[in-house]
């Protein structure tokens, strides 16, 4: 059974840091693109990040650019977010994905993550 298993988040304050992680169980092959996305304002999913195998091509919206850093894992069957100076805007839930295209569109993601909550406070 492939399932995927996000975990990682917590409450901060607003500067520090979280580490998120995903692991990906039940391929029989290592997925290509694995993303991680949190709920958009109109509650659509929003792509934040994305690697594909071997960590050949990475994404990140403008938002998080020189602050989150996505990588896989050494056996390329799971990836991490780490997250530096957190704000409040960063406050949400994120889901772990994988998928066959290097997109941050979320309908092209067939499995997903239980999504793992990050709060960030003044």
């Known amino acids: 059974q492939i399932r995927l298993a996000d975990s990682g988040g917590g409450s901060v304050q607003i500067g520090e840091s979280l580490r998120l992680s995903c692991v990906a169980s039940?391929?029989?092959?290592?997925?290509?693109?694995l993303a991680w996305f949190r709920q958009g304002p109109r509650n659509e999913r929003e792509g934040v990040a994305l690697?594909?195998?071997?960590?050949?091509?990475?994404r990140y919206i403008d938002s998080v650019k020189g602050r989150f850093t996505i990588s896989r894992a050494k056996n390329d069957n799971g990836m991490f977010l780490q997250m530096n100076n957190l704000k409040p805007e960063d406050t949400n839930t994120y889901y772990c994905?994988?998928?066959?295209?290097?997109?941050?569109?979320?309908?092209?993601?067939?499995?997903w993550g239980q999504g793992t909550r990050v709060s960030v406070s003044a």
């Open positions: 994905a994988a998928g066959g295209e290097a997109t941050l569109d979320p309908s092209k993601y067939r499995w």
């Open positions: 039940g391929f029989t092959y290592r997925p290509y693109a």
């Open positions: 690697i594909t195998a071997g960590g050949r091509y990475i």
